[in-house]
């Protein structure tokens, strides 16, 4: 996915006839012989998701260039068919060992296990539940993030069932949902639960217009990314330990026991 952070599979099945046989004959097995994709080609064909291509090999699965991209201070790879029509983001794994593998090698993301949240930009934070709750929770999330949209309404039902919770949304876009920026822009413009409801049930929100909320965000981020917060969504506890992933709302009550 880049709207949505999936691997997708596709299968074509093709009747072998005596045709394809003289196609294959004639056009060999080196594949990068007849398909090529430069930087500069990469960049202005991805242009609607940003970033910047640092390298380009052969995908370990036939078809596919393997790009390594990088968006604000992160690094990621993505897929790009040899027709240059269709993208592809996820992993590969091997089908014997049942591990990752790809042409580039990524640095290991830092392990994160606690975080001091007196240091959590909370002034940047959406509040839901009770702003003046003895439990707290700080949640970094995504609108566009699939998983996040489902952990959002538990959170939802953790509010309304635990009157001395706070849970502060802290809204982290992720490079790969390009979108998710300003639909957590116009949530902190607005300051309206209405808004962010709507932003993780993906319906239209507000055009965000205030170079506040732009720094904002960007705050946020770079917290995460200097604090080691990889993904979304990811929790901070009131004890500063950290939880990857998301919890129904009677998980979320026992965690905060």
């Known amino acids: 996915m880049l709207k949505q952070f999936i691997i997708a599979l596709s299968v074509v099945t093709i009747a072998v006839s005596p045709s394809l046989v003289m196609a294959k004959d004639v056009h060999g097995t080196d594949c990068a012989s007849c398909h090529t994709l430069s930087d500069l080609e990469a960049t202005n064909l991805l242009n609607k998701i940003g970033g910047t291509v640092k390298s380009i090999k052969p995908a370990p699965v036939k078809g596919f260039f393997e790009l390594l991209m990088e ?9 790009l068919d040899y027709a240059k029509k269709n993208l592809m983001q996820g992993m590969v794994f091997n089908l014997q060992t049942l591990q990752p ?25 959406f509040v839901i539940g009770n702003p003046k709750g003895s439990k ?24 309304k069932t635990e009157p001395d919770v ?15 920026y300003d639909k957590s822009r116009a949530v ?11 932003a993780f049930e993906g319906k239209d929100v507000p055009k965000p217009t205030q170079e506040g909320s732009k720094k904002a965000i960007d705050e946020i981020i770079k ?7 990889n993904g979304t969504p990811t929790m901070v506890l009131s004890d500063g330990r950290v939880q990857v992933g998301g919890r129904d709302a ?8």
């Open 71 to 79: 968006k604000d201070g992160k690094q990621g790879i993505i897929y």
């Open 101 to 125: 593998v790809s042409a580039h090698e990524l640095p290991k993301p830092k392990q994160v296990t606690t975080i001091a949240p007196q240091s959590i930009p909370v002034d940047k934070a």
């Open 136 to 159: 707290k929770l700080y949640v970094f999330t995504d609108p566009d993030c699939p998983y996040c949209r489902t952990f959002h309404g538990e959170l939802k039902k953790l509010a």
């Open 166 to 180: 706070a849970i502060y949304i802290m809204l982290m876009p992720l490079p790969m949902h390009p979108q998710a």
């Open 188 to 198: 902190l413009e607005s300051k309206n639960s209405d808004v962010l409801d709507k």
């Open 223 to 229: 917290f995460a990314n200097t604090n080691g917060i």
């Open 250 to 257: 009677e998980g979320l009550k026992k965690l905060l026991e």
